[in-house]
């Protein structure tokens, strides 16, 4: 290895530390309780060192949305009918809302984010029309195997109920004194969400929901 | 009136004006970018004035919390069946998300206040806890009067869906670039939770609510 590559190696190890540290910083603290010489403080390198790498913390922020994207665009299940359709959807919302824990700087402060930086407002919002399609086709796929009686109409509210329901399930727990984000909120989240389908569902898929759903429901 | 008399209504005057003026800079610029500063500014008043009144801006949003608390207390429906229930309950929403609309700086960054306010919090928390008991009871009456087929868990799974999409239904708003928040956000908020509503009615009032919603839907 030249002397050459390994500075390139080590340039690239150390923006890949910075970003690490800054979601975890973001994350825990609150995007705007973190400066960059707080990143920097907490990786044990100079500020400036940091500024080679990133101009302001927007660019970090903007870095981080990438492979958030790549996490949030969870693909989705594929079309089914039944119980088997419920159990994917399911996993599908568990997935997603995974994505959204680890990333939950981005949901804290959403607004205040998206009107400082149009940019990420419009990535988020194509990440959000794009959930609505998936969503949409889903309902249509489980009205064709005759999983799910609904009309287009209640899909599309029901599709924007459940991108609600999901995009602010954990500010809704943050605010209500669960901020563990754990297994267990996710999985009461993904429930929450499968409520908005549930009174939809008819014959096995419903049967199958109402079984699932049974330790959160009582 | 006694010059001490004078000097007591104009000094309540002028608190009520710093409130005022409060509430419209903090809704429209957010409440994290202004200062007790902007707000003497504002009115042309001294921040030594401001701060005879009110020692810091977390003493103003508490005040500003207790109008707001007295306006979202909107008193619920009366318990009736059919396509009466179903305007009741609408126009309940209606009135709601407008006291959400005129205390929106609550809403936004809403995460951010209650983690940095714990009494603010537990007074946010006692009126979602409120409203959480008011939609199950209003679920019970429909359920009573036939114009509602849902079981206990059904109905708590639905009243937590309530209370997320109108908590966070002029955020979602804000977001995908509605921010004008009109009678028309207003009323397509009061939609979106109607149709989380809406699966579980029956009979008369399943009818009333599609020819209400009609508009919506297409």
Redesign the interface.
Known sequence: MTRQDGNTVRSERTRARILDESLRLFNEE?E?AVTTADIANSLGISPGNLYYHFRNKDQIIEELFAPFEARIDVPPPAPAGGGEAIEDLWLYLHLMLEAIWDYRFLY?????L??RNRRL?ER??RI?DRKHATVVALCDSLVAARAMRA?P??I???A??V???S???L??Q????HRDGGEEDIAAGA??VM??V???LVGAARQHFDRL?QK???
Do not use: C, H, K
């Open positions: 609150g705007d804290r402060n959403l607004d205040d998206a009107s407002r988020f919002n959000i009309r109409g209640e599309r509210a029901l924007r109920n991108l609600i329901v995009t602010y399930w500010n809704f943050a605010l209500r004194g429930f929450q409520a908005l549930a009174p939809y759903g959160y429901i009582d």
